[in-house]
């Protein structure tokens, strides 16, 4: 399976963005999607995941309650809506696929890799 993200862009702290990532290929509705995310000079870290049929979610404690991850298995899209932005959201936004259906929050465990997305949030 291929991944695009998009929908990154320039922000103020508090303003809202929605990430959307598509898929290619066969089979999206087998595969647990997740959202990671990397700032510079720091690691990849894991934001949010949701199973293959939307009703599991899993979130990073930093970002609890402000994102919501959400996906549409008919349009092969998963999607990341960011609320409440903060300085510190700052980073390149990567969508990421890992076959099977539960979620998972290690990078290791995914299969493939979106191009990323940049989300700068100024103050």
């Known amino acids: 399976v291929q991944l695009q993200a998009f929908g990154g862009g320039l922000v103020q702290a508090g303003d809202s963005l929605r990430l959307s990532c598509a898929a290619s290929?066969?089979?999206?509705?087998?595969?647990?999607m997740g959202w990671f995310r990397q700032a510079p000079g720091k690691e990849r870290e894991f934001v949010a995941a949701?199973?293959?049929?939307?009703?599991?979610?899993y979130y990073a404690d930093s970002v609890k309650g402000r994102f919501t991850i959400s996906r549409d298995n008919a349009k092969n899209t998963v999607y990341l809506q960011m609320n409440s932005l903060k300085p510190e959201d700052t980073a390149v936004y990567y969508c990421?696929?890992?076959?099977?259906?539960?979620?998972?929050?290690?990078?290791?465990?995914?299969?493939?890799w979106g191009q990323g997305t940049q989300v700068t949030v100024s103050s």
């Open positions: 290929g066969r089979g999206f509705s087998n595969y647990a």
């Open positions: 949701i199973n293959w049929s939307g009703d599991s979610t």
């Open positions: 990421a696929a890992r076959q099977g259906s539960r979620v998972r929050t290690s990078r290791g465990e995914y299969d493939y």
